[in-house]
C-alpha cells in the first residue's frame, strides 16, 4: 500500500526554537497533503491543506505566521512550527492523497505522526 | 464546522465476543466514512470505509451506514486483545478534508 515517511519522530527542544518536519509520500504523487495535530486523550484536529505549487488553507485558528507550511514538490510536505512554546507541545501528524485518486471517496495515508515536546 | 460524535468509552469486551462502536456526524453532504484505529502512541491507520448505505465487511470488521440517520457503526467480531486501541470515526465532503470524532477506546480483556 502507499506509504507516507514523517521525519523526525521525536523532537524535544527549548522554548523559542523552530522545528521543521518533513511528511514524504514514498510511492506515489501526493498533490494534497494535511497537517493534523492531536492533544493528549484528544481526536485529530486538521491544522491545514497544502496543496503542491499553491499557498496552504489554514483552519480557522491556526496562526499561518506560527505554523509555516511548504509544499514544493510532489512528494514533499513540510510543516515548521515557528518560535515554539510550551503549549506547542503536541503530536503531528502528516496525511497525503495522491493526483490519481480523483473525488473524495479515496482514503487519506498518514505518516507516523512527530512527538514535539518544547520545554 | 462539521461534527463527528462518538461516545468516548470505554468500551470493554470479553476475548471472543462483539465489540459494537457508533458513530453520528452532523454534515449531511458528507459523502466518506471512514474507520480507524489508533494505538496509544502511534497514528491513526485504516480499519474500513464505506460510501453507500448499509454494510460492509472485510474479515472480522463490518462498518454500516444510515445517511438519513446520520449513523456509522463498526462491528468488530471475535475480538482480540490485539483489537485493544481508539477507533476514530472520520468523515469527508467534497472538499477532501477528514473531520474525526473524539475516538471510542475499546478494551479487550483476555
Known amino acids: 500500500g502507499a506509504v507516507v515517511s514523517q521525519h523526525p519522530s521525536r523532537v524535544i527542544c527549548k522554548s523559542g526554537t523552530s522545528v521543521k518536519i518533513e511528511c514524504r509520500s514514498l510511492?506515489?504523487?501526493?498533490?494534497?497533503m494535511f497537517w493534523y495535530r492531536q492533544f493528549p486523550k484528544q481526536s485529530l484536529m486538521l491544522m491545514a491543506t497544502?496543496?503542491?505549487?499553491?499557498?496552504?488553507?489554514?483552519e480557522q485558528g491556526v496562526e499561518k505566521d506560527k505554523f509555516l507550511i511548504n509544499h514544493a514538490s510532489l512528494t514533499l510536505s513540510t510543516l515548521t512550527v515557528t518560535s515554539a512554546h510550551p503549549e506547542d507541545s503536541s503530536f503531528y501528524i502528516c496525511?497525503?492523497?495522491?493526483?490519481?485518486?480523483?473525488?473524495?471517496?479515496?482514503?487519506?495515508?498518514f505518516g507516523d505522526g512527530t512527538r514535539l515536546s518544547i520545554l | 464546522q462539521k461534527e463527528v460524535e462518538q461516545n468516548s468509552g470505554p468500551l470493554s469486551v470479553p476475548e471472543g465476543a462483539i465489540a459494537s462502536l457508533n458513530c453520528t456526524y452532523s454534515?449531511?453532504?458528507?459523502?466518506?466514512f471512514f474507520w480507524y484505529r489508533q494505538y496509544s502512541g502511534k497514528s491513526p491507520e485504516l480499519i474500513m470505509f464505506?460510501?453507500?448505505?448499509g454494510d460492509k465487511e472485510d474479515g472480522r470488521f463490518t462498518a454500516q451506514l444510515n445517511k438519513a440517520s446520520q449513523y456509522v457503526s463498526l462491528l468488530i467480531r471475535d475480538s482480540q486483545p490485539s483489537d485493544s486501541a481508539t477507533y476514530l470515526c472520520?468523515?469527508?465532503?467534497?472538499?477532501?478534508?477528514?473531520?474525526f470524532g473524539a475516538g471510542t477506546t475499546v478494551t479487550v480483556r483476555a
Open positions: 496525511s497525503a492523497r495522491g493526483h490519481r485518486e480523483r473525488g473524495s471517496n479515496q482514503p487519506q495515508h
Open positions: 510511492d506515489f504523487q501526493a498533490t494534497t
Open positions: 497544502s496543496n503542491e505549487g499553491s499557498k496552504a488553507t489554514y
Open positions: 454534515d449531511r453532504g458528507s459523502q466518506s
Open positions: 464505506i460510501y453507500s448505505n
Open positions: 472520520a468523515v469527508s465532503s467534497n472538499d477532501y478534508k477528514l473531520s
